[in-house]
Antibody
Framework: QVQLVQSGAEVKKPGASVKVSCKAS????????MHWVRQAPGQGLEWMGWINPNSGGTNYAQKFQGRVTMTRDTSISTAYMELSRLRSDDTAVYYC??????????????????WGQGTLVTVSS | DIQMTQSPSSLSASVGDRVTITCRASQSISSYLNWYQQKPGKAPKLLIY???SLQSGVPSRFSGSGSGTDFTLTISSLQPEDFATYYCQQSYSTPRVFGPGTKVDIK
């Protein structure tokens, strides 16, 4: 079955960087975009961007431009999200999510399914 | 960027109740609207895509409707496992944006 397994929890100091991994299995890794979404404690879902695992192309939310880098290693079917210059308000659970979708004769729809289990990143001095 | 709102932000309901959650987009998004369910400590789960299509494996008591700017998620008969937070998400344009969520708890 399709599965995304993320790396474990991290504790970082302000100003540091964190790199979260997302290992995919059960499907052709290069065939589907991978998105990253975060959720601060008690808050809603915030989209961070996507990576095309086939080409390595990326699209980041403007809020994270200059601080986020999404990469992939196709040899091990793993996507990565690195966030730099961490602040306390970056404390959140970070999720990877595969983009699913279909196209009819007139339109293409996409969604996030499945999701990884989440990685808690705590930023604290 | 497209903004998404949901109402209510929370609701209390009983098992067997019919529950309706509304999502509104700041501009027309046609039917580019998805719904997710999230339980505490768990990742979100896709329920409905393209406004009204039920994801495989999701119980038929869940349904979605709407197009343009106004959308609805309906649970026809609330079950104990349905107590969770529900998010809408637009897939019309980038950045992808989620609604703020609607928490459904037990009355």
């Amino acid at each position: 079955q399709v599965q995304l397994v993320q790396s474990g929890a991290e504790v970082k100091k302000p100003g540091a960087s964190v790199k979260v991994s997302c290992k995919a299995s059960g499907y052709t890794f290069t065939g589907y975009y991978m998105h990253w979404v975060r959720q601060a404690p008690g808050q809603g879902l915030e989209w961070m961007g996507w990576i095309n695992p086939n080409s390595g192309g990326t699209n980041y939310a403007q809020k994270f431009q200059g601080r986020v880098t999404m990469t992939r290693d196709t040899s091990i079917s793993t996507a990565y999200m690195e966030l730099s210059r961490l602040r306390s308000d970056d404390t959140a659970v970070y999720y990877c999510a595969r983009e699913g979708g279909y196209c009819s004769s007139t339109s293409c729809h996409d969604w996030f399914d499945p999701w990884g289990q989440g990685t808690l990143v705590t930023v604290s001095s | 960027d497209i903004q998404m709102t949901q109402s209510p932000s929370s609701l209390s309901a009983s098992v067997g109740d019919r529950v309706t959650i509304t999502c509104r987009a700041s501009q027309s998004i046609s039917s580019y609207l998805n719904w997710y369910q999230q339980k505490p400590g768990k990742a979100p789960k896709l329920l409905i895509y393209a406004a009204s299509s039920l994801q495989s494996g999701v119980p038929s008591r869940f349904s979605g409707s709407g197009s343009g700017t106004d959308f609805t998620l309906t649970i026809s008969s609330l079950q104990p496992e349905d107590f969770a937070t529900y998010y809408c998400q637009q897939s019309y344009s980038t950045p992808r944006v989620f609604g703020p969520g609607t928490k459904v708890d037990i009355k």
